[in-house]
Structures are given as structure tokens and as C-alpha cells.
């Protein structure tokens, strides 16, 4: 993965009144996986228009 350039949270720009500010939430998520050398999959759980729950794929780190 050293072959792909960092991104950084910080170039996401999010309106906070759409489903894009959740899905910039779930983007951190899999940027955690990514800086661990894993698949980049982030994932938020949304009720009532609060994020409930949130996670990163760590397969590999978890072996």
C-alpha cells in the first residue's frame, strides 16, 4: 500500500444537513484501517439521525 499517496479526513468537505456528513464519518473509519495497512472499509451506524456505532476492518491486524 506504500504506493498510494496518503489522503488525509481533511480533504473531505461535508454539508452536515445530508447522508454526506455520515458517510465522511464512515470515509475516517476506513482511513484507520488504511493507515493500519488493511482493505479501507469504515462503516457508521445511524439512528435518529445520530451516529449509534462505528468500525474499521482489521482482519489482518487481528490475525
Not at 469504515?42 to 435518529?48: E, H, K, R, T, W
Not at 445520530?50 to 482489521?58: A, L, P, S
Request: hydrophobic share 40%; glycine share 6%; proline share 5%.
Amino acid at each position: 500500500m506504500s504506493d498510494i499517496p496518503p489522503i488525509s479526513s481533511d480533504d473531505i468537505s461535508i454539508d452536515l444537513n445530508s447522508d454526506d456528513y455520515f458517510m465522511s464519518e464512515a470515509i475516517k473509519e476506513a482511513l484507520k484501517a488504511y493507515n493500519m495497512e488493511e482493505v479501507p472499509v469504515g462503516a457508521v451506524i445511524v439512528s435518529d439521525g445520530h451516529i449509534i456505532g462505528r468500525g474499521y476492518n482489521q482482519v489482518e491486524t487481528l490475525k
